[in-house]
């Protein structure tokens, strides 16, 4: 994602802002409702990257639509109207969910499966994860029906892979060989 660097600096930046008022929370509620607003609709995510559209018209619209947010998040509309750097407001949110989640202990595991997790196997799956994390953990299950089978964990950097169809793609390499 383009300008990544550049979104966990602002987002480093907005978060320390929030800790010193002691708002973070808060402004972790705004850059949910900023990314869930970006996300939902492609009119508001090309209005963003718009290079047509002036800064001001975006500064403008983004107040509007997030009249309530809170200061910090206020701050950031502006400091992004001034750097010219809307583009990358949905890099920002998702930058800052993260840091303030490793910051308070807690850790987002992806785990894809062939189909929706069932609780059952969700807390299977909590447990085993429990054992390499001291962490809280929130579980994002992400379906993708082409991994046939099995499932695959993703922490952070690090990933376990026991799809059916990893697997097939090692028996297919061995037979090759």
Not at 82 to 101: P, Q, V, W
Not at 137 to 142: K, M, P
Not at 151 to 161: E, P, S, T, V
Request: aromatic share 6%.
């Amino acid at each position: 994602m383009a300008g990544t660097r550049a979104a966990i600096r602002y987002a480093k930046a907005i978060l320390d802002m929030a800790k010193a008022n002691n708002n973070e929370a808060n402004v972790n509620v705004d850059m949910n409702s900023i990314l869930t607003a970006v996300k939902d609709s492609d009119e508001l995510k090309d209005f963003l990257k718009s290079p047509v559209i002036t800064g001001t018209s975006k500064f403008a619209a983004l107040s509007e639509i997030f009249a309530t947010a809170q200061n910090e998040t206020k701050g950031l509309f502006r400091l992004l109207l001034e750097n010219k750097r809307f583009g990358i407001l949905l890099a920002i949110g998702s930058e800052y969910n993260k840091l303030s989640d490793e910051a308070n202990g807690l850790e987002t595991v992806v785990v894809t499966t062939a189909v929706p997790l069932t609780s059952d196997l969700e807390s299977k799956v909590l447990a085993k994860i429990k054992e390499f994390s001291k962490n809280k953990i929130t579980i994002n299950n992400i379906v993708d029906p082409s991994i046939i089978g099995g499932f695959i964990i993703r922490m952070g950097d690090k990933q376990y892979n026991a799809s059916v169809a990893n697997r097939l793609q090692q028996l297919k390499r061995e037979f090759s060989n």
